[in-house]
């Protein structure tokens, strides 16, 4: 949640796509990704969840923020294994030129 009177929301999207949103204000482009997946999911869902998100991406012009928890392992987030749902996520973030800034090391979840 983003409370600042001087940022105008000029679009928000897309209307038909489960599983992400985004928030264009001012040059920013913000994602929101829901993407529980159960260890049960087929991995194929999973891949096109990516590239939907990718496609999206690509359309934007700007900064672009993505947010959300994917629930895939990777070292290059501080994981000590690697998962296939891991690998297709650094993929996409690779081919974006994205940048990942949590820290492997500090949970991104905790319970109170």
């Not at 096109?48 to 993505?66: A, H, K, L, M």
């Not at 928890?69 to 993929?91: I, M, Y």
Request: aromatic residues 14%; contains cysteine.
């Amino acid at each position: 949640m983003i409370f600042n009177p001087k940022l105008q929301i000029k679009d928000i999207g897309p209307k038909d796509n489960p599983g992400f949103w985004w928030v264009k204000m001012e040059d920013i482009t913000v994602y929101a990704c829901y993407c529980y997946w159960s260890p049960n999911t087929d991995y194929t869902l999973f891949v096109d969840f990516f590239y939907r998100i990718e496609g999206s991406i690509r359309q934007q012009e700007g900064t672009v923020i993505v947010s959300g928890d994917f629930n895939a392992k990777s070292p290059a987030w501080g994981e000590h294994t690697e998962e296939h749902k891991g690998q297709a996520l650094v993929d996409m973030t690779s081919s974006l030129g994205l940048t990942v800034c949590n820290a492997g090391d500090k949970p991104t979840f905790s319970r109170v």
